[in-house]
C-alpha cells in the first residue's frame, strides 16, 4: 500500500461558482509512481474529478516541479484548470511561492512558466503552450449535427477553427449565449465526431456574452478524455484567445471569458498576452485535504 499526500481544489472560482475541480496527488522529490499506477489512481477518481495532476518537485533542474496529468481515460498532455488549481494552492500554502513573483514547471508540453499575482487579484497565471493551427474537412452541418444545434445558430461571418494548444481543439462560433446554453449534446455522438476527426476538445463560443464586463461565453466538451463537458477550462480557452490575437488581430490585451450553463453564476477564465504567448489566470479553493491509500493494481 502507497499512502500518498492528496488534495481535491476547485479551479476557476473564489467560492461563488461551481469552479472545475481537479484532484491533486503531491509527491516528495523521491517518490515515484509508475505510468500505470497514475492511470489507475486516476480511473478510481474519475467520477470524482475530470483530471488528477501528479505533482513532483524537481529541484536543481530546469524546473521547480513536474507535473502529469491523467483523465480517468488517458494521459493528458496539458491540463491548465488542474495547474491553475494546483498552482494557486502552492503559492497561497509556501511561503517560499508566496513572495516569488513566478517558477517554472516541467509538462509534457515543455517548460512552463507560472507568474503569482496571488497578492494583487488572488490569481495565478500559467503560460499555455504555443498554438499549432491545423486544417479540417469540418462542415458546418456536419459540426452543428454533432453538437446538437441548428446550423443557424453557428455563426456564418466566422469560420471553425481547429489548433493545437497542448490538445487538438475545435472552435465553432455560435451566434447567441441562449443557444450556448440551452446547448444539449450527447456522449457518443460528440465522441465519434472526435474519433473520425482526431480533435480532443470541442469548444463553443459567443461574443454575445451575459455580463458585458465579459468578452466571451463559452462551454468545452472533451469527449477524447472520457466525459462531456469541462466546467471551467484553461486550455480550450487559451485557444480562443489565441485565435482572437493572431487570426482576429484583436488589439485589446486581456480577454475575461464566462463559462458553462449557469446563466448568472459563470466559472470566469481570464487570458491576457505576454508577447507571443497567453497567459491563463484565475483563482482556485481547496476543498479536501488528506491521504490517498493506494492499495495497488487491480487484478
Given at each position: 500500500m502507497k499512502v500518498l499526500n492528496f488534495r481535491k481544489i476547485d479551479a476557476f472560482t473564489s467560492g461563488l461558482s461551481s469552479g472545475n475541480p481537479a484532484a491533486c496527488i503531491l509527491l516528495s522529490d523521491n517518490e515515484k509512481l509508475s505510468e500505470k499506477e497514475m492511470q489507475n489512481i486516476a480511473s478510481e477518481l474519475g467520477d470524482f474529478v475530470c483530471e488528477t495532476a501528479f505533482v513532483r518537485p524537481v529541484s536543481g533542474e530546469e524546473a521547480d516541479f513536474e507535473f502529469r496529468y491523467f483523465s480517468k481515460e488517458a494521459e493528458v498532455p496539458f491540463c491548465g484548470h488542474a495547474t491553475i488549481a494546483v498552482c494557486h494552492n502552492l503559492i497561497r500554502e509556501s511561503q517560499l511561492f508566496t513572495e516569488s513573483n513566478s517558477f517554472k514547471i516541467k509538462t509534457k508540453n515543455g517548460i512552463l512558466s507560472i507568474f503569482n499575482e496571488y497578492k494583487t487579484e488572488n490569481s495565478v497565471y500559467i503560460e499555455a503552450p504555443e498554438p499549432c493551427f491545423h486544417e479540417h474537412d469540418v462542415s458546418i452541418n456536419e459540426m452543428a449535427d454533432a453538437i446538437n444545434l441548428n446550423p443557424?445558430?453557428?455563426?456564418?461571418?466566422?469560420?471553425?477553427?481547429?489548433?493545437?494548444?497542448?490538445?487538438?481543439?475545435?472552435?465553432?462560433?455560435?451566434?447567441?449565449?441562449?443557444?450556448?446554453?440551452?446547448?444539449?449534446?450527447?456522449?457518443?455522438?460528440?465522441?465519434?465526431?472526435?474519433?473520425?476527426?482526431?480533435?480532443?476538445?470541442?469548444?463553443?463560443?459567443?461574443?454575445?456574452?451575459?455580463?458585458?464586463?465579459?468578452?466571451?461565453?463559452?462551454?468545452?466538451?472533451?469527449?477524447?478524455?472520457?466525459?462531456?463537458?469541462?466546467?471551467?477550462t484553461g486550455s480550450g480557452n487559451a485557444a480562443l484567445a489565441y485565435h482572437q490575437f493572431i487570426n482576429c488581430g484583436r488589439s485589446e490585451e486581456k480577454i475575461t471569458i464566462e463559462q458553462g450553463t449557469d446563466k448568472l453564476n459563470p466559472n470566469i477564465i481570464k487570458?491576457?498576452?505576454?508577447?507571443?504567448?497567453?497567459?491563463?489566470?484565475?483563482?482556485?479553493?481547496?476543498?479536501?485535504?488528506?491521504?490517498?491509500y493506494y492499495t495497488g493494481d487491480p487484478e
Open positions: 443557424d445558430e453557428i455563426d456564418k461571418d466566422d469560420k471553425l477553427i481547429c489548433l493545437n494548444v497542448g490538445q487538438k481543439i475545435i472552435l465553432v462560433p455560435i451566434m447567441t449565449y441562449n443557444s450556448i446554453i440551452q446547448c444539449k449534446p450527447e456522449f457518443d455522438k460528440m465522441k465519434s465526431f472526435s474519433d473520425k476527426h482526431g480533435i480532443d476538445i470541442i469548444v463553443i463560443y459567443s461574443a454575445d456574452s451575459v455580463f458585458q464586463e465579459n468578452d466571451f461565453r463559452t462551454r468545452v466538451f472533451p469527449p477524447a478524455f472520457g466525459y462531456l463537458e469541462d466546467p471551467a487570458l491576457k498576452k505576454n508577447g507571443s504567448s497567453v497567459l491563463i489566470g484565475g483563482s482556485a479553493v481547496m476543498k479536501i485535504e488528506g491521504k490517498y
